[in-house]
């Protein structure tokens, strides 16, 4: 195998969307309120054959990334799963690399379906992700976004899980939820904040969704072509505050501190209120930017270090890292 194409297994090998959180989780890394897991330690078996229902571009068509909607229907009555939970994706690689087996995870966008005589439908959101390697220069397609993005209506697949349960609702309808969500980690929280304003109902907390991404065309769910959080603009609970690049063009990082600059009080005021839940989805480094932010926010890294520890050690901040 040349370099290049170690290059390529390397870099495919990094999951799109993926929750890692298995329950139970059989290894892994786990520190309170973070568990980091190794992508081969998810099975590959039992395996359930699904069917496309629909696939759907949810980014602008000026958008620099792809990101569609696929809805699944799973043959299998008994195939149960809960909010937050992801399903694996099983997909033949390249030849060239001797056609293993590939599964990536990819989060469940939707609140389950309906149950009746009808199958199990799943919704997920998938990146189209492509890369350039850095020693040959050429362009290389992801094999499992790829592979889903191409898929159309009536196309089957192979699918596994479901696994873990990152996020959970609080028993107490009062309770406070920052939802901070970047990229493609704003699948769960899609799926969150429908689940308690339609299925639980009368939510007196405040929920604050703070979602990142590189320009008004990349955020999902709240751009012109879908919106589905709109819904939610009317309930006295909700706000959701959006946090861009200001010059997307030149990869600057996401300005969160700008976003939320006038909102700073109101989040502080949340940290320090024991009824509220801060859960985090996203890629690792969003773990760095958010740290930079809060330790502006609280006067400083140590004080901000001795405070996540004290939210993590209560169980109201969950990380979901992929």
């Known amino acids: 195998m040349t370099l290049a194409m170690q290059r390529r297994a390397l ?8 929750i890692l959180l ?8 786990e520190r309170k309120g973070v568990l980091l897991m190794r992508l081969e330690d998810y099975p590959k078996e039992p395996r ?6 629909k696939s759907e571009r949810i980014t602008d068509e000026g958008a620099d990334a792809e990101v569609r909607e696929l809805v699944l229907e799973v043959d299998r009555d008994e195939f149960n799963f809960e909010i937050g939970q992801s399903i694996g994706v099983l997909v033949e690689g390249p030849k060239e690399f001797g056609g293993s087996l590939r599964q990536r995870l990819y989060t469940v966008a939707d609140t389950p379906s309906a149950k009746g005589d009808a199958k199990p439908q799943i919704r997920l959101v998938v990146r189209r992700c492509d890369y350039i390697d850095d020693y040959s220069g050429e362009q290389y397609a992801g094999v499992n976004s790829n592979f889903l993005c191409d898929r159309k209506p009536g ?8 696994f873990g349960l990152p996020f959970t609702v609080p028993e107490d309808k009062k309770a406070n939820l920052l939802l901070i969500g970047l990229g493609t980690g704003i699948a769960p929280f899609r799926a969150f904040v429908k689940h308690i304003y339609q299925d639980i109902g009368d939510w007196e907390g405040r929920v604050r969704l703070l979602y990142g991404a590189r320009s008004g065309l990349e955020l999902l769910y709240m751009n012109d072509k879908r919106d589905d959080f709109a819904r939610y603009y009317d309930e006295d609970t909700f706000e959701a505050i959006q946090a861009l690049s200001p010059r997307p063009n030149w990869a600057d990082p996401i300005a969160w501190d700008y976003a939320i600059e006038e909102r700073s009080g109101e989040i502080l005021s949340m940290l320090d209120d024991e009824h509220t839940y801060v859960y985090v989805a996203g890629l690792v ?4 930017a958010l740290d930079k932010l ?4 609280v006067g ?3 004080s901000w270090a001795k405070k996540k520890a004290e939210l993590k050690e209560a ?8």
Do not use: H, K
Request: no cysteine; hydrophobic share 40%; charged share 15%.
């Open 11 to 18: 870099a495919d090998a990094v999951p799109t969307n993926s």
């Open 22 to 29: 298995l329950d139970p989780p059989p290894t892994g890394i």
């Open 48 to 53: 359930f054959a699904a069917t496309v229902l």
């Open 155 to 162: 196309d089957q697949l192979s699918i596994t899980g479901p």
């Open 285 to 288: 480094p969003i773990r760095d």
């Open 294 to 297: 809060f330790a502006n926010m």
């Open 300 to 302: 400083s890294p140590e």
């Open 315 to 322: 169980g109201r901040w969950v990380e979901l890292l992929y």
